[in-house]
């Protein structure tokens, strides 16, 4: 485990006698931001392991109290458990809550794990000061639905090991050997494939939609713009059923929060728990205003770009390429690479996944 990695392994019990491993790092008079365990592969000690991980991690802990789980059936939590639904889910968070002894949280969820965060909120409405969710839904069928998820998901009984290989390069992407080294274990080892088949049946029947309209808190949904695990308009519908959500489209193609850009994106959510009532949050202290992801693109006025650099803007939210925006707008290659050079330095942004990025953010797309 990372030297800036939670300290010690600790353990608490559910109310249904389940034993959950627990833990807490950073700043240990700052909010408290549960980040909600990845089911079922999930082992936070797995994760403090990868580089990248572990530097989002420890930049959020400048800021807030980190408190990990690892959830019923996987890590170091326990793993003979035959209750695995939704309630079971809640019990768990229930007990990290109260282990930890905090009275109000931020509750950081991604895929399955945001309907966990959204149901435990509508019950706990006043115990809950924000959200951040990634790989946003409140229907767990729409995470697993895609023809290449369910066919990936055969392998899990016939083969773990190719299941866990393929499952990694599909869903975190592979940013280097090491990297993809180590998310594999982390994998292949946090459950097995009878829990990880289970759970995932579980949470593919789990609907909350019912509760999104009792969500008062305000709620930061972030989405990757060439993420294809989940679809952007999940994410989108989810932010229209909340009463106080903003989506925020990331730049990059990584079904992970933390593997692309990884301080960009600690800052952005540290922001958020620092001060979930302003719009978009407050930079922390130390933190370079144009560091925030979002914050700056979002107040840049779409005026600021000439009708052409628009166009042009929409030609790279299709996806063309600098030929192929070329002959559909009648000017040359070269015009149209002044053109990007412009927008993005207008828009403050590092390229073109930053322009599509920005143009999500603010109805350009």
């Not at 030297?3 to 959950?20: E, F, L, N, Q, W």
């Not at 990290?96 to 909120?121: K, N, Q």
């Not at 903003?246 to 959510?269: K, N, Q």
């Not at 707008?329 to 942004?349: C, F, M, P, Q, W």
Request: with cysteine; charged share 20%.
């Amino acid at each position: 485990m990372s030297d800036a990695g939670p300290s010690a392994i600790r353990r608490t019990r559910t109310a249904d006698g389940v034993v959950i491993a627990w833990a807490a790092s950073g700043a240990a008079d700052g909010p408290v931001l549960v980040y909600l365990p990845g089911l079922p592969f999930s082992d936070f000690e797995a994760e403090w392991r990868i580089p990248l991980v572990s530097r989002a991690l420890g930049r959020l802990g400048q800021h807030v109290r980190l408190v990990q789980y690892d959830g019923r059936g996987a890590g170091h939590s326990q793993r003979d458990v035959d209750d695995l639904t939704l309630d079971a889910m809640l019990r768990d968070l229930d007990a990290v809550i109260e282990a930890a002894g905090s009275r109000t949280v931020v509750l950081l969820g991604f895929y399955h794990s945001v309907m966990l965060a959204l149901a435990w909120t509508a019950r706990h409405v006043e115990r809950v000061d924000g959200l951040v969710l990634f790989g946003a839904t409140a229907r767990g069928w729409a995470a697993m639905s895609a023809a290449g998820t369910q066919a990936l998901l055969s392998l899990i009984d016939q083969d773990w090991t190719t299941f866990v290989e393929s499952a990694v390069h599909a869903w975190l992407g592979w940013p280097d050997p090491e990297t993809g080294r180590l998310a594999v274990e982390w994998f292949r080892d946090a459950t097995t494939p009878a829990i990880a088949r289970a759970t995932l049946r579980e949470s593919s029947a789990i609907d909350v939609t019912g509760v999104l309209a009792s969500i008062a808190c305000p709620v930061l949904v972030l989405h990757r713009v060439g993420a294809t695990v989940l679809p952007l308009e999940a994410s989108r519908e989810l932010v229209a059923s909340l009463p106080d959500a903003r989506l925020e489209v990331l730049p990059g193609t990584s079904a992970s929060l933390f593997l692309e850009e990884p301080e960009r994106v600690a800052d952005r959510i540290a922001a958020f728990v620092l001060d979930p009532r302003t719009s978009g949050g407050a930079a922390p202290a130390g933190v370079a205003a144009g560091s925030r992801m979002g914050a700056r693109s979002l107040e840049e006025p779409s005026g600021s770009l000439t009708p052409r650099e628009r166009e042009v803007v929409a030609a790279l939210v299709r996806g063309l390429t600098n030929d192929e925006i070329a002959a559909a707008l009648g000017i040359s290659v070269n015009t149209v690479e002044r053109h990007a050079s412009s927008i993005y330095r207008k828009l403050d942004v590092p390229g073109r996944s930053g322009a599509v990025a920005w143009a999500f953010r603010n109805g350009l797309a």
